[in-house]
């Protein structure tokens, strides 16, 4: 199985802070990479696809980079409805696989 | 968009059998766009995707759970379902059933999810 792990696990940022979340594959996957926030209680919810791809109707402050091994995940300017665990998760191979998650909290 | 709905019986015994159906709505599960896929979380854990099943009934499980799960479609019912056998502590989870659309490689709808423990 293709291990993801993302740094931190937890974040601490103010209002207007730029953030971001890194993901590292144990193996190469493209940039079959994707991005789940997930508030507390709700299913997850996609915003970013394809390493950089923003799902329609996700803010433009959001934005994803990386391929291969490496990959990020920025919030420009957080907002407190920014609030939420994110997931990274791989499709490049089966089982899909999921990061262990990052809580992002607003200080 | 289609829109997902999970119904599952809450509370399942150990080495029992759990049964979670997901019924769609919003669009028909016939139509191709879509793997219809299960993926589950226990609490303080990880995503950890179950598997999945096309609507020509081709389906792909984690090689973790493949000796204990059946994904299944009923075009019928416009209903897909999970199941998973020989249940211990360790199955307790909010299940939840999503779309993996085609062109978009990702889960890009999600039902609601629904805890299953499992406990005597």
């Known amino acids: 199985d293709i291990q993801m792990t993302q740094s931190p696990s937890s974040l601490s940022a103010s209002v207007g802070d730029r953030v971001t979340i890194t993901c590292r594959a144990s193996?190469?996957?493209?940039?079959?990479l994707n991005w789940y926030q997930q508030k507390t209680g709700k299913a997850p919810k996609v915003v970013i696809h394809?390493?950089?791809s923003l799902q329609g109707g996700v803010p433009s402050r959001f934005s994803g980079n990386g391929s291969a091994t490496e990959f990020t995940l920025s919030i420009s300017s957080l907002q407190p409805e920014d609030l939420a665990t994110y997931y990274c998760q791989q499709n490049f191979g089966i089982p899909y696989t999921f990061g262990q998650g990052t809580k992002l909290e607003i200080k | 968009q289609v829109q997902l709905q999970e119904s599952g019986p809450g509370l399942v015994k150990p080495s029992q059998t759990l049964s979670v159906t997901c019924t769609v709505s919003g669009g028909a599960i016939i139509s191709g766009d879509y793997y219809w896929s299960w993926i589950r979380q226990s609490a303080g854990k990880r995503l950890e995707w179950i598997g999945r099943i096309s609507t020509d009934g081709r389906a792909n499980y984690n090689p973790s759970l493949k000796s204990r799960v059946s994904i299944s479609v009923d075009t019928s019912k416009n209903q897909f379902s999970l199941s998973l056998n020989s249940v211990t502590a360790a199955d307790t989870a909010v299940y939840y059933c999503?779309?993996?659309?085609?062109?978009?490689?990702?889960?890009?709808?999600w039902g609601q999810g629904t805890l299953v423990t499992v406990s005597s």
């Open positions: 193996q190469k996957i493209n940039t079959y």
């Open positions: 999503a779309t993996y659309k085609v062109g978009l490689t990702a889960f890009d709808n």
């Open positions: 394809g390493a950089s």
